[in-house]
């Protein structure tokens, strides 16, 4: 069946530091992929997505590109903030399966200043 | 703005006690999903509804139920609370027409079984 894999955290970075959080996917078909984030006492809210091979989602600085000869999906950003400090869900959509996405365990990010 | 809301933010149960979580979405969404958030275990599916009256199992339903008379509105059901049912119960909702629909949540409700 389909399933996400994503790096263990928690990661603690300093304020202005690169992040990546890896994202591997098991899938059959062609899923759409997906970065969610929950900030602090919130439900998830979509960060961002990719619908098809090579496609790159990008919001607040944030990006990741789909890898199909991979299977990955990795978050990176350039230099991160305080107010990035949330949890961070990869997920997959589609497939064999359209209407049910499939959560990665998680990777809580904390920012330092 | 789509919103989902959830009819408690926190909620406190005793054992043996039925429990209702409500679920309202405002944009018409065909699609409405429970799942139950634990850590270290992320978010997992109980149920699944893409219509009014139809549900399905998603991948932990035992212990739970669910309603759907209107389309706007999803209940979660424990007919029995239990303490293992102690968790993070969010909603979200979502369009009908193909995997690349994102999945809107309600900030949740923290239900704790004494």
């Known amino acids: 069946g389909n399933s996400v894999t994503q790096m263990e955290g928690p990661v603690t970075l300093s304020e202005e530091a690169f992040l990546t959080i890896n994202c591997t996917y098991t899938a059959t078909g062609y899923p759409s992929l997906f970065w969610y984030v929950q900030y602090p006492g919130e439900g998830l809210q979509l960060l961002l997505k990719a619908t098809k091979a090579d496609d790159k989602g990008s919001n607040k600085g944030f990006e990741a590109t789909y890898r199909k000869e991979t299977t990955s999906f990795h978050l990176e950003k350039g230099s991160v903030q305080v107010s990035d400090s949330a949890v961070y869900f990869c997920?997959?959509?589609?497939?064999?399966?359209?209407?049910?996405?499939?959560f990665g365990p998680g990777t809580s990010l904390s920012v330092i200043p | 703005d789509v919103k989902v809301t959830q009819s408690s933010r926190y909620l406190v149960k005793r054992t043996g006690e039925k429990v209702f979580l409500e679920c309202v979405q405002d944009m018409d969404h065909e699609n409405m999903f429970w799942y139950r958030q634990d850590p270290g275990l992320g978010l997992r599916l109980i149920y699944f509804s893409y219509d009014v009256k139809m549900k399905e199992k998603g991948d932990i339903p035992e212990g739970y139920s669910v309603s759907r008379e209107k389309k706007e509105r999803f209940s979660l059901i424990l007919e029995s609370a239990s303490t293992n049912q102690t968790s993070m119960y969010l909603c979200a909702s979502s369009f009908r027409t193909s995997g690349s629909n994102e999945q809107f949540f309600g900030p949740g409700t923290r239900l704790t079984v004494l």
């Open positions: 997920a997959l959509s589609g497939g064999t399966s359209y209407d049910k996405v499939i």
